[in-house]
C-alpha cells in the first residue's frame, strides 16, 4: 500500500476528536459535502473489512450463521405488525418502476422481514432454532443525525436473529449472541459493561466522553445502571455518574412479532405454536470511534493487534526514486512472509512520517538506508531500537520487528 493513495492529512495531531482524529488519518470522508454520509476510503475499509473477519469467525464458532437479506423491503409488513404508523415519518422510501412509489423502504431493521421469512420458509420444530447473523448498512431518517460516525442515518451493522421453539430455547439463542458479542468487545479490547435495561433487554456500554447514554456504576461493583439518584444500597456510598456509548444491543422478542403477524411452526407434538424471536446487534462504526477514543496513548493509537491498520511503515530517508525503489524490495519481503505493510510516498519532511505513523497507529516503522550505509533502522511505537548501518540484507531487521 502506498500513503498516497490512503488520504492521510500531513497535518494530524493526537488531541484531535475522535470523529475529526478518524477525517484526518484517512478513515473516513465527508462524501457530498455532507457531514452526515460518509465514505470509507482505503483504511476505514480495511478496518470494517478485518472487523467483519473477526466478527464471522466467533459467530460460526458459536454456530450463528451468516445470512443476506435484501437492503429494501415492503413497508407492508409494517402494516401487520402494527408499527407503520409510528415509522412512517422516519424511514426512507423508494419509488421506482419495479418498486411502485412508497410501496418499498430502505431496511432500517428486519423484524418484520425475519418474521415474514418465517412464515414462509420454518415448518417444523425440525427447522429451530435458526441463529443467523448478517453485515447490513441501515438507512433511516429518524431526524437524529449529527456530524460524525456516532449518529448517523447511514451506518454499517452487523446484525442478528433467532428464531426459537419457546422462551427456554430463546434464552439459549440469547445468551449464545450474549457470548458472542462480549468475547468480539474483549479482542477489539473495549473496555464495557452490560447494561440490563428491563428484563430480555440488555445494551453493551461502552466507557465514553461524548456518549449519548448516562450511567451509574459504585466503586462496590463493576454492575452499571441507568442514573439513580439514591445511595448504593451494597455500601451505602453515592453512586457515580459518567457518559457512556451505546454499541449495541440484544433483545428478547419472545412471541410478540410471529402473533401479530400469524407466524407459527409445528412442534413436536404436531401442534402449531407461535415462534419466539430474539434480535441482537453492533454498530460498526461505533466500535471504531470507540477505539479510537479508548486505545490512545502519548505516541499515538495503539491498535489491538488483530484490527492494526498495517504492521509496517516504510519510511524512505528521501523522496528520490532510489529510496523508493529500495523500499519497495522491503514491503515485498514483507508480503511473502504475511506481513502488513504501507510506504509513505507522500510528500512532507521525514520527521514528520515518522510522528504520523506512530500517531495513526503504524507501530513498526522501517527506514532504509542506501550505498555503503545499506542497512536500516526500525523504531517501534516511538523508540528506535535497531539501527545497522551495516548489514546487507533485512532477514535482521524483519526477525526484529513486533
Ligand atoms: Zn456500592
Known amino acids: 500500500m502506498k500513503a498516497s493513495n490512503l488520504f492521510l492529512s500531513q497535518r494530524i495531531e493526537l488531541n484531535l476528536e475522535p470523529n475529526e482524529f478518524l477525517k484526518k488519518a484517512g478513515f473516513v470522508l465527508n462524501s457530498f459535502n455532507s457531514q452526515k454520509i460518509m465514505i470509507f476510503p482505503p483504511l476505514g475499509s480495511i478496518f470494517l473489512n478485518k472487523l467483519e473477519k473477526i466478527i464471522s469467525s466467533v459467530l460460526l464458532e458459536n454456530e450463528i450463521l451468516p445470512f443476506k437479506l435484501p437492503p429494501i423491503q415492503p413497508f407492508d409488513l409494517w402494516k401487520q405488525s402494527g408499527r407503520k404508523k409510528d415509522f412512517s415519518d422516519k424511514v426512507v422510501y423508494l419509488k421506482g418502476k419495479t418498486f411502485g412509489k412508497d410501496k418499498f423502504i430502505c431496511s432500517p431493521t428486519n423484524e418484520e422481514v425475519i418474521t415474514n421469512f418465517a412464515i414462509k420458509n420454518i ?3 425440525r427447522n429451530l432454532p435458526l441463529n443467523i447473523y448478517q453485515f447490513d448498512t441501515k438507512i433511516r431518517d429518524d431526524g437524529s443525525s449529527r456530524r460524525g460516525l456516532i449518529r448517523t442515518n447511514i451506518f454499517p451493522v452487523v446484525e442478528g436473529y433467532s ?7 430463546l434464552k439459549e439463542s440469547f ?9 468480539i468487545l474483549n479482542l477489539l479490547e473495549i473496555t464495557h459493561y452490560p447494561l440490563e435495561k428491563r428484563e430480555g433487554y440488555i445494551t453493551f456500554v461502552a466507557n465514553s ?4 447514554t448516562k450511567i451509574s456504576h459504585c466503586k462496590c461493583s463493576t454492575k452499571i445502571y441507568n442514573p439513580l439518584e439514591k445511595k448504593c444500597n451494597q455500601c451505602g456510598e453515592d453512586y457515580k455518574t459518567q457518559l457512556g456509548l451505546e454499541l449495541g444491543c440484544l433483545m428478547s422478542e419472545k412471541d410478540n412479532y410471529s402473533k401479530v403477524m400469524d407466524s407459527n411452526y409445528i412442534s413436536s407434538k404436531g401442534q402449531k405454536s407461535n415462534i419466539f424471536m430474539g434480535t441482537y446487534g453492533l454498530g460498526l462504526t461505533r466500535l471504531l470511534y470507540t477505539i479510537i477514543e479508548q486505545k490512545k496513548d502519548k505516541i499515538g493509537i495503539n491498535w489491538p493487534k488483530i484490527i492494526r491498520p498495517a504492521e509496517v511503515m516504510i519510511i ?4 528520490s526514486q532510489e529510496y523508493l525503489n529500495e523500499c519497495a524490495i522491503i514491503e515485498n519481503d514483507l508480503k511473502i512472509k504475511g506481513i502488513e505493510t504501507i ?3 507522500t510528500t512532507g519532511r521525514f520527521v514528520k512520517k515518522l510522528e504520523r505513523a506512530d500517531i495513526i497507529g503504524i507501530p513498526n516503522k522501517i527506514i532504509p538506508m542506501l550505498g555503503n550505509k545499506k542497512g536500516g533502522i526500525i523504531q517501534y511505537r516511538g523508540e528506535t531500537f535497531l539501527k545497522n548501518k551495516t548489514i546487507k540484507d533485512y532477514n535482521k531487521i524483519y526477525s526484529s520487528l513486533i
Do not use: M, Q, V
Not at 163 to 169: G, M, P, R, T, V
Not at 175 to 181: I, T
Not at 316 to 319: A, D, H, L, V, Y
Open 209 to 212: 466522553k461524548k456518549g449519548d
Open 316 to 319: 524512505p530517508f528521501r523522496n
Open 343 to 345: 510506504i509513505d510516498d
Open 123 to 125: 415448518e417444523s420444530y
Open 163 to 169: 428464531l426459537n421453539e419457546n422462551e427456554k430455547s
Open 175 to 183: 445468551e449464545k449472541f450474549r457470548d458472542s458479542f462480549e468475547k
